[in-house]
């Protein structure tokens, strides 16, 4: 999803003005955010050889960054499968700080800027007190990086599934036990707070959310610095 997102977002809504034009194209773009909901329709639609529609929207352009909407539906039915909301930011590549729009950007796209109010973003969660966690470690792998050195931004998503499938079979939460596979995801969330690299040692804590045993988060840390956080939501079998 994310890969058809950046397509999207790189080869139709950002695609700088013309040849010979002294206006500048975005420098690097990170992600700071993002969200999915799988809705039932994912699980009953989803299958080799049938057809899915996607549609990316922008919905909201600010200074240095931009959110979007992605919806996946099923072509035959319509459904709507997965909806998701993206925050990306544009950074200078030798700064490695945020850097504002270009400014033909936000002429082109005037009417998402002031005028439309921000759709809800991932924001940083606290970690609780007296809360038991369960802790697992990676080391970060050449093929887990990105054309910067940077660890990929899906990579964390495997870290933090593998740290909930160790921990279900452990016992670590009280209702996601046993074969984590038995139970669908229903939504996913995640934050990038800071960057980390080939050969960086990551220790993941997972919780159970306090008085939502279907909720975990989880806070990947390099040393004393948060990396990621992120959240899983998923479906409880119903009796």
């Known amino acids: 999803m994310m890969l058809v997102s950046y397509v999207i977002g790189n080869h139709y809504l ?41 549609i990316e929207r922008l919905r909201h352009i600010g200074n240095t960054s ?13 459904e709507l499968m997965i909806r998701g909301i993206l ?15 270009p400014d033909w950007l936000k002429e ?14 991932v924001q ?24 910067n ?23 670590a939460y009280s209702v996601l036990r046993g074969n984590l596979a ?8 995640v934050l990038y707070q800071k960057e980390s690299l080939e050969g960086d040692v990551l220790d993941i804590e997972s919780w159970e959310d306090q008085g939502s045993p279907d909720i975990l988060r989880f806070q990947v840390k390099k040393g004393n610095e948060n990396i990621t956080q992120l959240t899983m939501q998923f479906y409880l079998p119903t009796a």
Request: some cysteine.
């Open 124 to 147: 940083v969660f606290d970690e609780p007190t007296n809360v038991k966690c369960f802790r697992y470690s990676v080391v970060v792998a050449p093929s887990e990086t990105d054309t």
């Open 182 to 189: 038995k139970f669908d995801l229903k939504m996913l969330e």
């Open 14 to 54: 950002f695609e700088p003005p013309a040849e010979g034009s002294k206006e500048p194209a975005l420098d690097l773009v990170f992600i700071r955010g993002q969200s999915w909901e799988f809705l039932p329709g994912y699980y009953r639609h989803l299958a080799p050889g049938r057809g899915n529609t996607v």
């Open 87 to 101: 925050q990306r930011i544009n950074v200078s590549a030798i700064r490695r700080r945020p850097e504002p729009l």
């Open 66 to 78: 931009w959110v979007s909407i992605q919806e996946v539906r099923d072509s035959p039915t319509n």
């Open 149 to 171: 050195n940077h660890t990929f931004h899906a990579s964390y998503l495997w870290y933090c599934m593998d740290c909930a499938t160790v921990g279900a079979r452990g016992g």
């Open 108 to 121: 082109r796209y005037y009417y998402l800027t002031s005028s439309v109010s921000r759709p809800p973003t």
